[in-house]
Nanobody, 120 residues
Framework: VQLQASGGGLVQPGGSLKLSCAASGSGFSINTMAWYRQAPGKQRELVAG???????NYADSVKGRFTISRDNSKNSWYLQMNSLKPEDAAVYYC???????????????WGQGTQVTVSS
C-alpha cells in the first residue's frame, strides 16, 4: 500500500490550494484519513481528520478555512485550503489507518509529503 500526496505549491496569502491523497494497492479498507503538517523547527501536527462515517475534526488554527473530504470509491481524500496564511506554510503529509482485509490487522501509513508555501 502506498499513499501519494499531491497539490502543494506556492500561493499568495489569502489564496487557496487543494491537496489530494490517493491510496494504491489492494486487499485493504481505509478507516481514518487525515492530513498533518510540519513546519521547519516545529513538530508534526494534525490539521484535519475524517472517519469512515464522515465525522471530521480540525485543528483550531484551520477551522473555518480548511475542509477535509474523502471519496471512498477512489480511496482518496482531499484538503481544501482557503484563506491561506503565511503560518500555514509547511510540508503536508497525508495519513491513513488501514485494515488488511484478510488478517483484519490495522496499519498506519504516511504519504511522502507535499510542500505548501504561502508567500507574497
Amino acid at each position: 500500500v502506498q499513499l501519494q500526496a499531491s497539490g502543494g505549491g506556492l500561493v499568495q496569502p489569502g489564496g487557496s490550494l487543494k491537496l489530494s491523497c490517493a491510496a494504491s494497492g489492494s486487499g485493504f479498507s481505509i478507516n481514518t484519513m487525515a492530513w498533518y503538517r510540519q513546519a521547519p523547527g516545529k513538530q508534526r501536527e494534525l490539521v484535519a481528520g475524517i472517519t469512515t462515517g464522515g465525522s471530521t475534526n480540525y485543528a483550531d488554527s484551520v477551522k473555518g478555512r480548511f475542509t477535509i473530504s474523502r471519496d471512498n470509491s477512489k480511496n482518496s481524500w482531499y484538503l481544501q485550503m482557503n484563506s491561506l496564511k503565511p503560518e500555514d506554510a509547511a510540508v503536508y503529509y497525508c495519513y491513513a489507518t488501514l485494515t488488511n482485509s484478510e488478517s483484519r490487522l490495522q496499519f498506519q501509513y504516511w504519504g511522502q509529503g507535499t510542500q505548501v508555501t504561502v508567500s507574497s
